[in-house]
């Protein structure tokens, strides 16, 4: 189960304001494609690459447009 934690959610809600100052439309369509990705580890958690200045297996990142989804691999949740 994908589990956002309140530092993430806040950093979506600034990218989706910071787009929206020039295109609601666009803020709303990164802000969902955002999530989607994420959802997508529900069932391919190891679907990222391991975080190149990590180097944990653990530890890996989606690249969404010009953004980096950093997530943790836990044994309950991601």
Not at 53 to 59: M, R
Request: no cysteine; charged share 25%.
């Amino acid at each position: 189960m994908v589990k956002w934690s309140d530092h993430a959610l806040a950093q979506l809600q600034d990218i989706h304001d910071y787009i929206a100052k020039n295109s609601r439309f666009y803020a709303k369509r990164v802000s969902r494609t955002l999530v989607q990705k994420s959802l997508l580890l529900n069932d391919l958690p190891r679907l990222g690459r391991i975080v190149p200045e990590l180097n944990e297996d653990t530890i890996r990142e989606l690249s969404v447009y010009s953004y980096r989804v950093i997530y943790e691999i836990k044994s309950n949740y991601i």
